[in-house]
T-cell receptor
């Protein structure tokens, strides 16, 4: 299996520009997660989907952020307009089921390194 | 998630066992304990998980106390490549079971 695939791996953009991050989850996984990691705040859960439907977006920082999952093999995280404080590593992850009492695990992509100048 | 407490950093000599502790005193009966690690510049990687019994796999061993209030991740023969941040997570049912990562323990394995 190719694992979770994210693109772009690195992006540098100017403040005010739109940024779109892409993710292809592992085939057969029903859950998809978007995380953000910064030095100050660590690894934060932004949003997750189950069968392409957003379940919990309480971690999305503000209206400038949006995420979609049009089908089981593709998701996007969009920032419009971008700001310097959005600079971070954005990870996508997927799993067959949620963790907790199912004893499941999630698999992470390599991340998209975003720098907004 | 059940609150977990880990030391911010630890050192371990190469070839020795690394024992990483985690307190999760508010964990409830059906909540698993998970361990992930993150090597610099990579995405987090699953290591092991357990509910009540001790667990072992090719990467590590997990020792969970009988009262389930704490656990220890053991890397039996640490190598330089084990240098990473190690996260102990106990997702709770009323939060939807999604994993929320804390600060973790930064493990430095030295030659």
């Amino acid at each position: 299996d190719a694992g979770v695939i994210q693109s772009p791996r690195h992006e540098v953009t100017e403040m005010g520009q739109e940024v779109t991050l892409r993710c292809k989850p592992i085939s057969g996984h029903d859950y998809l997660f978007w995380y953000r990691q910064t030095m100050m705040r660590g690894l934060e859960l932004l949003i997750y989907f189950n069968n392409n439907v957003p379940i919990d977006d309480s971690g999305m920082p503000e209206d400038r952020f949006s995420a979609k999952m049009p089908n089981a093999s593709f998701s996007t995280l969009k920032i419009q307009p971008s700001e310097p404080r959005d600079s971070a590593v954005y990870f996508c992850a997927s799993s067959r089921r949620l963790t907790g009492n199912s004893g499941n695990t999630i698999y992470f992509g390599e991340g998209s390194w975003l720098t907004v100048v | 998630d059940a609150k977990t407490t880990q030391p911010p950093s630890m050192d371990c000599a190469e070839g020795r066992a690394a024992n990483l502790p985690c307190n999760h005193s508010t964990i409830s009966g059906n909540e698993y304990v998970y361990w992930y690690r993150q090597i610099h510049s990579q995405g987090p990687q699953y290591i092991i998980h357990g509910l009540k019994n001790n667990e072992t796999n090719e990467m590590a061993s997990l020792i969970i106390t009988e009262d389930r209030k704490s656990s220890t991740l053991i890397l039996p023969h640490a190598t330089l490549r084990d240098t990473a941040v190690y996260y102990c997570i106990a997702p709770v049912s009323n939060s939807g079971y999604a994993l929320n990562f804390g600060k973790g323990t930064s493990l430095l394995v030295t030659p």
